[in-house]
C-alpha cells in the first residue's frame, strides 16, 4: 500500500508561480511511476506529469510544458509540482498518484493504483 497526501494549492493570480507537494509513505522501497492529473469542475481528469521514482525520467503533457516542472525528493518521500506562468486554464484540483514501475509513459488514470485527495489550485485572471 502507498499513501499519498497532497498540499500546496491556492488561489493565485495568472502569471505567478506555485509548488505543490505530495507525501509519499507505505512501500516506497520499491520503483514506482508517480504522476500528477488535474481535473477542472465539469472536465475528466487530464493527465499532467509524471516521474520515475528512481531514475527521475519525466513527461509533460504539451499544454504545461515549459512551465511545469515534476521533481521527487526520494530521501523525504515527497514528490513536487512546480508550476510557473500560471493560467485561468490551469484551475483545477490536482491529484498526484502512483503506480508501479514501467517504461511506458502513463497518461491515463486509470493506469494508476494509488491516489491522493487532491488539492485545489485557483488561477485568477
Known amino acids: 500500500q502507498v499513501q499519498l497526501v497532497e498540499s500546496g494549492g491556492g488561489l493565485v493570480q495568472a502569471g505567478t508561480s506555485l509548488k505543490l507537494s505530495c507525501a509519499v509513505s507505505?512501500?516506497?522501497?520499491?520503483?514506482?511511476?508517480m504522476g500528477w492529473f488535474r481535473q477542472a469542475p465539469g472536465k475528466e481528469r487530464e493527465f499532467v506529469a509524471q516521474i520515475t521514482w528512481i531514475g527521475g525520467r519525466s513527461y509533460y503533457a504539451d499544454s504545461v510544458k515549459g512551465r511545469f516542472t515534476i521533481s521527487r525528493d526520494n530521501a523525504k518521500n515527497t514528490l513536487y509540482l512546480q508550476m510557473n506562468s500560471l493560467e485561468p486554464e490551469d484551475t483545477a484540483v490536482y491529484y498526484c498518484a502512483s503506480r508501479l514501475y514501467t517504461s511506458s509513459v502513463v497518461p491515463y488514470s486509470s493506469e494508476y493504483t494509488y491516489w491522493g485527495q487532491g488539492t485545489k489550485v485557483t488561477v485568477s485572471q
Open positions: 507505505g512501500r516506497t522501497s520499491s520503483n514506482y511511476v
